[in-house]
């Protein structure tokens, strides 16, 4: 066993505790990695959502959409500190990994190269539980917590992560800042770069500059889209957002916003991604696409989307983007790369928190006050 100390989240409503645990031994195909930092982004904040129709349990509000207790955190960064028995997928004791989402390695789309939409991708990230059933880690009371959130639950000084969702990289680099490489920069970098992709020349417009937005934002820049546009509700997400390479920063409370939006690109945008999962926020960007135009949806929601079937029938299309397409033991180094060359400065996005401050940097996250604390352990 291994002794921890994690974010331990009781109750959906309840704060985090600073809590010791202890961890299983690595396994076949884990391995065990000191925490040198670990994003928040906003799909964490699932730890607070009820359950679809109110409850995962039914109708009655009370269920818990992310089971409890648990240990979250999904952009996790480190140092291999044990690797478990077998085929330890080329790493090491002394790696330094980015971590990133979890897949089967198995099924027909992770064969095809396509791990983010693997078959099991909700039961082996979103479920926060090892596939066998068996907890991995322990309360002082000797009770279990779920500690396999996105193949890491890394808001904790060590983690148990697979050798698929780890990714070495050089050790000469700010290992504590690298975190985000594993899902929020890749999200949005992914989606321009992978997904889409864009070309040179093509409109985009990208609807909440937030880590993921802003990320997206730096690589439209780098392809030379044309024009980048960013819609956000902050002053100051606006600006960086023009600092960072948009043309455009426009309001997103900005009751004449799809007028804005076609005043700057007559005939429509060849992109539009929305980070938001706003029902209303998702209708304006695919009314904002040109015909046979591509709306990318990355943003964590419940709600329905509701529209206008003539957009459809013209042409457009709508499609969901998980990790941007991304696979990411090539796109982590090759994002990298484009960082070290004052491409993709991901890093003027970052807040740095102890761990013992999560509070502070949830309640950052939620008002937008910062776009991407990193908690250090």
């Given at each position: 066993m291994v002794a921890a100390t994690a974010a331990v989240l009781r109750a959906r409503d309840a704060p985090y505790l600073l809590e010791p645990l202890e961890l299983a031994d690595p396994g076949p195909g884990e391995v065990l990695v000191r925490i040198a930092g670990a994003g928040m982004c906003h799909t964490d904040l699932l730890g607070r959502a009820p359950g679809r129709d109110g409850g995962a349990h039914g109708r009655d509000g009370g269920g818990d959409r992310v089971p409890k207790p648990v240990v979250l955190g999904h952009e996790g960064a480190g140092v291999v500190e044990a690797v478990g028995p077998g085929e330890g997928g080329g790493l090491a004791v002394g790696d330094h990994v980015v971590l990133s989402y979890d897949s089967c390695g198995l099924c027909g789309n992770c064969r095809d190269g396509r791990p983010a939409y693997c078959a099991r991708m909700a039961l082996l990230n979103m479920a926060a539980v090892v596939p066998d059933g068996r907890p991995r880690a322990f309360d002082q009371a000797g009770s279990p917590v779920h500690n396999r959130w996105f193949g890491q639950s890394s808001f904790a000084t060590h983690a148990l992560a697979t050798v698929r969702n780890a990714v070495k990289v050089d050790p000469d680099l700010p290992i504590e800042l690298l975190g985000p490489l594993g899902c929020g920069i890749q999200t949005g970098a992914g989606s321009v770069l992978l997904a889409f992709p864009v070309r040179p020349g093509e409109s985009i417009a990208v609807f909440g500059a937030g880590a993921v937005g802003?990320?997206?934002?730096?690589?439209?820049?780098?392809?030379?889209?044309?024009?980048?546009?960013?819609?956000?509700?902050?002053?100051?997400?606006?600006?960086?957002?023009?600092?960072?390479?948009?043309?455009?920063?426009?309001?997103?409370?900005?009751?004449?916003?799809?007028?804005?939006?076609?005043?700057?690109?007559?005939?429509?945008?060849?992109?539009?991604?929305?980070?938001?999962?706003?029902?209303?926020?998702?209708?304006?960007?695919?009314?904002?696409?040109?015909?046979?135009?591509?709306?990318?949806?990355?943003?964590?929601?419940?709600?329905?989307?509701?529209?206008?079937?003539?957009?459809?029938?013209?042409?457009?299309?709508?499609?969901?983007?998980?990790?941007?397409?991304?696979?990411?033991?090539t796109f982590v180094p090759r994002m990298i790369d484009l960082w070290r060359r004052g491409l993709l400065p991901f890093d003027r996005l970052i807040r740095t928190y102890p761990l013992a401050d999560i509070a502070r940097a949830e309640a950052d996250t939620m008002s937008g006050t910062t776009v991407k604390p990193v908690l250090l352990p």
């Open positions: 802003l990320s997206a934002v730096m690589a439209a820049r780098l392809v030379g889209a044309d024009p980048v546009v960013a819609v956000d509700l902050h002053a100051s997400r606006r600006e960086l957002a023009l600092d960072l390479g948009a043309a455009h920063a426009l309001d997103g409370a900005d009751p004449d916003l799809p007028a804005r939006l076609r005043a700057l690109v007559p005939d429509g945008f060849h992109y539009a991604l929305d980070t938001t999962a706003r029902p209303s926020v998702v209708a304006t960007a695919v009314a904002a696409l040109r015909t046979t135009g591509v709306c990318g949806l990355v943003g964590v929601g419940g709600q329905e989307y509701r529209l206008d079937p003539t957009h459809m029938l013209m042409g457009r299309t709508v499609r969901g983007i998980i990790e941007g397409d991304a696979v990411p033991q």
